[in-house]
């Protein structure tokens, strides 16, 4: 998988890394038990600050998306729940509120949004395989 940022966007740097990393796991391009690219090595490639990096994987370890072996670098953590349901319930609401209101101000109505978001969610389910 290789990771593009876009510099200048309004999506801070980090977060287009965390964003990417979770869409491969979510999707199965990065498998559980990958190893992703060390934090030296992604900063290298991306030309970012070190920083940036750790601070993008520290979010997935926390998310339980990594997970951390001393020594060894960072993986793909099998899905395990982490978070109880009305906490996974608040964190869909903060992100479908924006997301809603961007298609909405975009001109969508509420059956051309459910449209696209079945339309990406079968993308997804073919990606799996």
Known sequence: MRIQVTIGS???I???IVDQIRHAVATGVMPVGEQVPSV??????????ANTIAK??????RDGVLESQQGRG????????IFSRKE???RLDEVMDPFI?????????????????????????????
């Open 10 to 12: 309004s999506v801070p």
């Open 14 to 16: 980090y977060r287009q």
């Open 40 to 49: 030296r090595a992604l900063a290298g490639e991306l030309v970012l600050n």
């Open 56 to 61: 993008a994987y520290a979010a997935l370890v």
């Open 74 to 81: 960072y993986f793909v953590a099998a899905r395990r729940e």
């Open 88 to 90: 996974r319930q608040r």
């Open 101 to 129: 209101a961007e298609a909405l101000t975009l001109g969508f109505d509420a059956e051309e949004i459910v449209f696209e978001v079945q339309k990406s969610l079968e993308k997804v389910a073919q990606i799996k395989g």
